[in-house]
T-cell receptor, first 115, second 115 residues
Framework: GAGVSQSPRYKVAKRGQDVALRCDPISGHVSLFWYQQALGQGPEFLTYFQNEAQLDKSGLPSDRFFAERPEGSVSTLKIQRTQQEDSAVYLC?????????????FGEGSWLTVV | KNQVEQSPQSLIILEGKNCTLQCNYTVSPFSNLRWYKQDTGRGPVSLTIMTFSENTKSNGRYTATLDADTKQSSLHITASQLSDSASYICVVSPWGSGGYNKLIFGAGTRLAVHP
């Protein structure tokens, strides 16, 4: 695709509900990242994929958060038993390779509100 | 303590004026420093990328400078336009294996350009 596509754009979940956020990276991009952005703050790293391999998941805040990229393209970020503190924008980003200095392209984000 | 600090937190300028945004970082060593523009409700868009050995990088009316000795960067916007109203985020990539992917974001400077 022309850019990184994320869905849904907006999601309201009741506390305790499971949610799944989808990311379609730019076609051919090897690297895929997930970031969490709280209101008024800069994004914070969650996890990183190189193709289908999840090389770094150190930023996932708890074991309720799970990400996958089974075929090395589309990725899903799943949050189980959502809590109010999970309310944030979840940004997906991709880059063509893992080489340092490459431009990293961000999607529009999925806005999650937990009520 | 935030590893990437930006100032001012917010700024209002008149259309056509210039402005300079500041970024101080403690991430060391680092691989590269980036500036992103983020419109409200949108994902960040890359403006400039500088390696630790570069001093300046321009992109149209945007010019970024880097002083690795003092660990400071600035983003200068020339002849501002209404469309420049956005948050400007300074981002540092730590050096090291896989370090490029753990982008460390500042909280951003929110710029408002008024007619």
């Amino acid at each position: 695709g022309a850019g990184v596509s994320q869905s849904p754009r907006y999601k309201v979940a009741k506390r305790g509900q499971d949610v799944a956020l989808r990311c379609d990276p730019i076609s051919g991009h090897v690297s895929l990242f997930w970031y969490q952005q709280a209101l008024g703050q800069g994004p914070e790293f969650l996890t990183y994929f190189q193709n289908e391999a999840q090389l770094d998941k150190s930023g996932l805040p708890s074991d309720r958060f799970f990400a996958e990229r089974p075929e090395g393209s589309v990725s899903t970020l799943k949050i189980q038993r959502t809590q109010q503190e999970d309310s944030a924008v979840y940004l997906c980003a991709s880059s063509i390779t893992g080489t340092s200095g490459n431009t990293i392209y961000f999607g529009e984000g999925s806005w999650l509100t937990v009520v | 303590k935030n590893q990437v600090e930006q100032s001012p937190q917010s700024l209002i300028i008149l259309e056509g004026k210039n402005c300079t945004l500041q970024c101080n970082y403690t991430v060391s060593p680092f691989s590269n420093l980036r500036w992103y523009k983020q419109d409200t409700g949108r994902g960040p868009v890359s403006l400039t990328i500088m390696t630790f050995s570069e001093n300046t990088k321009s992109n149209g009316r945007y010019t970024a400078t880097l002083d690795a000795d003092t660990k400071q960067s600035s983003l200068h916007i020339t002849a501002s336009q209404l469309s420049d109203s956005a948050s400007y985020i300074c981002v540092v990539s730590p050096w090291g294996s896989g370090g490029y992917n753990k982008l460390i974001f500042g909280a951003g400077t929110r710029l408002a350009v008024h007619p």
